[in-house]
């Protein structure tokens, strides 16, 4: 008799690279917003209102682009990924997206429930609402088919002086959600030198931006280490459950018992927070699943 391998590990394949998901961070005026614009087709979300003087403008006309500001919701977190979900489904021209600053929009929504608690607010209670949309923000950041670019504000990162072994500045870091750079594939920190402006390999998974690498702050020096096709290739939208995929989902589910933690999980593994969320690929494998439950298989 044949034991059957309860083992879940499967045999590693070819993955595309795909598009750019990253972060980039510095201080004021060293070409962040300028660096983004670069990119091809971009969906510049400018949360500081900084990028509707007509330098930036034109910029992103030639790019190609299309601009939104506060007045169209851009410091409202559920605005903005809205918006993130309508460009990972429906067709258009864009290839890219910048959220600048992301900063801006983080403190924006602490700022608010800070206000909204008053007294109440204790324990980090102000900053629950804003972590939960980065973590919404992210989900719906990989399942889009685009180049995202977050661009933040450098704050002063603590440390002990290795010397003195007191409380001191040991550099700059990202001033946004801490676990921001954890979920992404690269994060640059960016400098201006003299007339230059260099990018700094802080955080990488990417073969061609080794750790504590510095580059030209140019697109083209980005693209060769990159790969240019795959930046500029073109989007693919996802297609999103049907409504049928949907009711069949609920109506498996209350036919068979599955406890909130699995249905957590199965959701967490699409980048999903809601059944209609799911690809209809996704949705279709779940359905399978459940009528397997159904079934009394494991």
Not at 18 to 34: P, Q, R
Not at 105 to 121: H, V, W
Not at 246 to 258: A, D, G, P
């Amino acid at each position: 008799m044949v034991k059957t391998s309860k083992l879940k590990g499967r045999a590693p394949s070819e993955v595309s690279t795909g598009k750019v998901k990253g972060l980039i961070y510095g201080a004021t005026g060293v070409g962040k917003s300028w660096f983004g614009l670069t990119f091809p087709e971009p969906y510049y979300v400018d949360t500081e209102g900084g990028a509707d003087l007509a330098h930036y403008q034109r910029r992103l006309k030639e790019a190609g682009g299309a601009y939104m500001g506060p007045a169209e919701g851009s410091l409202d977190f559920p605005t903005v990924i809205e918006q993130m979900q309508l460009l990972a489904t429906e067709k258009h021209s864009y290839k890219t997206l910048l959220v600048d600053s992301i900063t801006k929009l983080y403190q924006t929504c602490i700022s608010n429930e800070a206000e909204r608690l008053g007294e109440k607010d204790a324990f980090g209670a102000s900053k629950k609402p804003a972590v939960a949309n980065m973590r919404r923000m992210v989900n719906w950041s990989m399942r889009l088919d685009l180049n995202i670019w977050f661009i933040a504000h450098e704050a002063i990162e603590w440390g002990l002086d290795a010397k003195t072994g007191q409380r001191a500045e040991i550099g700059k870091m990202p001033d946004v959600w801490d676990k921001l750079p954890y979920e992404l594939d690269l994060v640059l920190q960016v400098q201006k030198r003299g007339n230059s402006r260099i990018a700094i390999v802080k955080k990488s998974r990417l073969v061609g931006f080794p750790d504590a690498d510095t580059f030209p702050l140019e697109y083209a020096e980005f693209a060769s280490r990159y790969g240019k096709d795959f930046i500029e290739a073109d989007v693919k939208p996802i297609v999103l459950a049907t409504p049928e995929q949907v009711e069949e989902i609920k109506r498996i589910l209350e036919l068979v018992r599955i406890d909130q933690a699995t249905i957590d999980k199965l959701l967490s593994k699409a980048n999903a927070e809601s059944w209609e969320e799911l690809e209809t690929e996704q949705a279709a494998a779940t359905i399978n699943w459940l009528n397997n439950k159904l079934k009394g298989g494991k």
